[in-house]
């Protein structure tokens, strides 16, 4: 049966949604890419985009991790897009004339 953090990491890859948690001791914010299992053990493929990490601040232009799963501390969905106001929403497709129609004179 999958961990609460994997079901969090999971719905955020549906959702595009990032996630901001404590990692070995540093506070990042991530969006999770793959999940997987390496034996008994979850893990996942993130980006990590903001947020400090073993070696210092991440580079600014993010850097790939993998996390083992059962070492992710207060992982939260919706902090990272709340308080950085960085996500804007996703278009899914682009508007047409049909949607915004011109008025007519």
Known sequence: MPSPTYELFLRAMREKKPIACTYQ???REICPAILGRTGLE????VFQFAGGTSTGPVSPSGDWRCFALAEVRNAEGELVAK???IFKPVRTKEPS?????????
Request: glycine share 10%.
């Open 83 to 85: 308080a950085s106001g």
């Open 97 to 105: 004339r049909a949607d915004h129609p011109s008025p007519s004179s």
């Open 42 to 45: 979850e893990k996942s493929l």
């Open 25 to 27: 001791g540093h506070q």
